[in-house]
């Protein structure tokens, strides 16, 4: 009897052992991998592997979604003028930050950076990662802090969503991940650069497409919406102000309503009756105050 | 008998090291850089900055922040959104925090698009500017700044309705 008690006792120590042991052998083997020259076979290996990690945009990592959102930004910065005004833009910064303290996704990369388009055209757009653009026209369209908040956190849901990301042909991603997954060197080699360039591109045009043309899917723009009443709201801001901003876009007879976000999003009207279900939900909806209007309303005398 | 005691100890050892090792839960920081706050509030004082890579060890969690200790025995609390649960921590015991990778670390590291990705494509578009792009990268809100402009505004904690 004490022997086979004794046998159970030194099998289940190896048995542990072995499991720690292996543990170990993973962790070496996986620094070893990243120090040394590779067989085609073992490099095969390391494609499985991250194939195996990486197949969708989910897998895209912080930084991979920093730059590309940096490029995307400097795509529609190319094509509009910036509205350099300093007080304006460190306002609108703050308002935005405020939300995106209380969305679903406060820390980005590089963090949530907000800048001003000088034009009429009444647009705001989203790049990943945080890199957010609210043009002249749009904001001349704000009474109050409150109606600016929801159309930040409006934008703010597209990137805590990754709706940017999602807009990308999954084919392009697989294709990357593979040439990454290849590359064992720390720097890329030209044929692999060139490639990936290319890929990035087209990454860059899928998402600029929708952000400049075609607009998001509809689904997106709806989830957007939720995700502004449910950020505002949490913030404490009235979420009504989505709803008036949408009101003046509903009867537009301006020559805006052929642009920007009247082409890109779907119809103010389906929008303000989703956005109504949303509100009439909300257990308690918190109340507009002077103090914010007013501090709205001196931010915004650098506009003119 | 005292064989017997021996592997007894031995048995409780190893397991006890494995138990600790599964409960201490390591977490990497995924953003270039994020506060190690006082207090579980994005505008609580800064105690120090962690850089992207960093790993730091889970103490506690609540309401999306977490409670953890740095390298240097630092302890407060970064906020869920800016760190990743690191895979196998079971190997924590043998190694240091800071020289651990995970397979996909190896897979990712410094790698896919990066600034390297980045030249190459400024190389080829030189129409494209990336100068209002690191402008607008320069704006930062303090916590100060967030703080007052809650408060005065009485949104967040200092709102009536919450």
């Known amino acids: 009897m004490r022997a086979s008690k004794l046998k159970i006792r030194v099998s289940s120590l190896i048995i542990i052992t072995v499991v720690l042991i292996s543990c170990a052998s993973i962790q070496e083997g996986v620094e070893a991998i990243s120090k040394i020259r590779l067989s085609s076979s073992d490099k095969e290996a390391i494609v499985k592997t991250a194939k195996a990690l990486r197949n969708s945009f989910a897998d895209i990592s912080e930084e991979e979604e920093y730059y590309i959102g940096r490029a995307v930004s400097a795509f529609i910065i190319s094509k509009y003028p910036v509205f350099q005004n300093g007080a304006l833009a460190r306002y609108i910064n703050i308002v935005g930050n405020t939300v995106a303290i209380y969305s679903n996704r406060p820390e980005t990369y590089a963090g949530y950076h907000f800048l001003i388009l000088d034009t009429e055209d009444v647009n705001a757009m989203a790049a990943p990662g945080g890199f957010i653009f609210i043009t002249r026209g749009l904001l001349k369209r704000c009474n109050d802090e409150d109606m600016l908040a929801a159309i930040l956190a409006h934008e703010v849901g597209h990137v805590s969503a990754k709706h940017g990301l999602r807009s990308i042909k999954k084919s392009r991603l697989i294709d990357a991940f593979k040439i990454i997954g290849l590359e064992t060197a720390k720097k890329f080699g030209p044929e692999k650069l060139a490639q990936l ?36 709201t949490r913030t404490g801001y009235d979420p009504n102000g989505l709803l008036d901003f949408l009101e003046t876009m509903k009867d537009d007879s301006s020559g805006a309503s052929k642009k920007g976000w009247f082409k890109t999003h779907p119809s103010a009207k389906d929008r303000i009756d989703k956005v109504k279900k949303e509100v009439n939900s909300l257990k308690a909806v918190p109340q507009r105050e002077a103090v914010r209007t007013n501090r709205f309303k001196r931010a915004m005398k650098n506009l003119k | 008998m005292k064989k017997k005691s021996r592997f007894k100890l031995l048995l409780c050892t190893v397991l006890v090291v494995f138990v600790v090792v599964l409960v201490a839960e390591t977490l990497i920081v995924k953003v270039q850089a994020t506060n190690l706050r006082k207090e579980p509030k994005f505008y609580s004082p800064t105690l120090a900055v962690l850089k992207a890579g960093e790993n730091v060890e889970k103490i506690s969690s609540q309401a999306g922040w977490y409670k953890v200790k740095t390298s240097k025995g630092l302890e407060g609390w970064v906020h869920s959104s800016a760190v990743k649960t690191k895979k196998f921590t079971l190997l924590a015991m043998d190694k240091s925090l800071k020289t651990q990778a995970t397979a996909d670390e190896v897979a990712l590291a410094g790698k896919g698009f990066n600034k390297q990705v980045e030249e190459k494509y400024k190389a080829k578009h030189s129409e494209i500017n990336f100068a209002w792009v690191d402008r607008m990268l320069k704006i930062k809100v303090t916590p100060k700044q967030l703080e007052k402009f809650l408060r005065d505004g009485k949104l967040g904690e200092f709102g009536g309705e919450q």
């Open chain 1, 197 to 232: 360039t290319t890929i990035f591109e087209n990454i860059l045009g899928d998402i600029a497409e929708k952000l400049i043309e075609r607009g998001y899917d509809r689904k997106y723009e709806y989830e957007a919406d939720k995700l502004s009443v449910e950020f505002g």
